[in-house]
């Protein structure tokens, strides 16, 4: 929903109900995430797309029956046995689309929920979509982090908003919703059809709007720039670290959200005291200079949780800074974590195919890809990772 939240809240702003499609679950090859979303507005407008094309027009025509009836539905789209190009997608995806009316009325939060996407405060939305008793479906659950300190009493955690139906389900999809919003994920949950956690009959979808994950940057060399540039491409909030001013200029790196003149370990360790860093933050290492590399990655490698640390230089480059960041420490299984040298196997050269090298290893990582040419494999092109 993201992606059409504008649009969405100017309608909703206005008192207007909106038709929305979201894909809450994808099988095989199905182009779009779950997440993606598509509008069917009050004077019959299309924006946002949940296939790339194969199956709006059936979503479309499905909205403007929601919108009609008020009522909810989770739909099915996949390849026809009898014609491919019928409704489904010709790409060979399943994917599942919950349609439902959105307005002040049926998504009173919505305001305060686009208010924190906007400020970049993170935000789950949980959502019935199948439910034995179908007078649930379609009620929702708005979850915020715990307050920082929640472990305290003093200190309780920022409660949920709406209601699922009951305590329990609330109690558990809560829970749920808070662990899939600190790893930035979006997922269908199945549970009993009182929340309970093994069983089945209650399908929720939880929407969650996360910060972007970050991307730290080390070495303001002319690489960075173009590694800044990708990154932002794909979605993180960038930041470019050196301890030289004359090179960490914002002017050198305008893709970058920030620009830092601070030594790379101190900048790390700062952000890191400073809770700053989560599982979902990559940190490319470019100085190739021993005195900033090395002390940078023993922070680096030493973390409890990040999803990449690559460094980058020549193969000799490789062996010596491993053999200085053994001198400080580091052990067998916290190097094994280190990707040097840094990229994959693309032939690069140029500063901008070298950035297309290191973030196609951060996107091959992130989703269990094998980094090969899609014709020399077989199976799903998409990976699935649990």
């Not at 909106?18 to 407008?45: D, K, N, Q, W």
């Amino acid at each position: 929903m993201r992606d059409v939240l504008p649009e969405l809240m100017q309608w909703w702003r206005a008192g207007e109900p909106v038709g929305v499609g979201t894909v809450v679950a994808t099988f095989r090859s199905a182009p779009r995430p779950a997440g993606a979303s598509m509008l069917v507005g009050p004077g019959g407008e299309a924006v946002g797309s949940v296939s790339g094309g194969c199956v709006e027009g059936a979503v479309y025509e499905l909205g403007q029956e929601v919108m009609a009836s008020g009522v909810p539905v989770l739909q099915r789209y996949g390849v026809s046995d009898d014609d491919a190009f019928a409704v489904g997608l010709t790409c060979g995806g399943i994917l599942d689309v919950f349609v439902e009316t959105v307005s002040q009325e049926t998504f009173p939060e919505l305001g305060s929920v686009a208010d924190d996407v906007e400020a970049g405060r993170p935000v789950a939305v949980a959502t019935v979509i199948d439910h034995p008793d179908p007078s649930w479906v379609g009620r929702r659950l708005v979850v915020r982090p715990e307050a920082e300190g929640a472990a305290d009493a003093a200190a309780p955690a920022s409660p949920p908003t709406g209601s699922l139906g009951s305590e329990r389900a609330d109690a558990a999809v809560t829970d749920d919703a808070r662990g899939l919003l600190a790893l930035g994920r979006t997922e269908t949950l199945t549970y009993g059809p009182d929340g309970e956690r093994r069983g089945e009959g209650m399908r929720v979808f939880v929407a969650a709007y996360a910060p972007r994950p970050r991307m730290l940057v080390f070495g303001a060399i002319d690489f960075a720039a173009a590694v800044a540039h990708v990154g932002a491409f794909l979605g993180y909030r960038v930041t470019v670290c050196d301890a030289r001013p004359v090179f960490a200029t914002a002017s050198r790196f305008p893709a970058a959200d920030e620009v830092v003149v601070e030594w790379p370990h101190r900048y790390l360790s700062a952000e890191l005291e400073a809770g700053r860093i989560d599982p979902r933050t990559v940190v490319c290492v470019l100085t190739h200079d021993p005195k900033f590399d090395v002390p940078v990655l023993e922070v680096a490698l030493r973390l409890p949780e990040v999803a990449y640390v690559g460094a980058m230089g020549s193969r000799r480059t490789h062996e010596d800074r491993l053999a200085r960041l053994r001198d400080v420490g580091l052990t067998d299984d916290e190097l094994a974590r280190l990707s040097s040298p840094i990229g994959l196997d693309l032939g690069a050269r140029t500063p901008e195919e070298t950035a297309v090298s290191i973030a196609a290893e951060i996107v091959a990582l992130q989703w269990g890809g094998g980094g090969r040419r899609l014709q020399d494999t077989d199976g799903a092109i998409h990976h699935h990772l649990s």
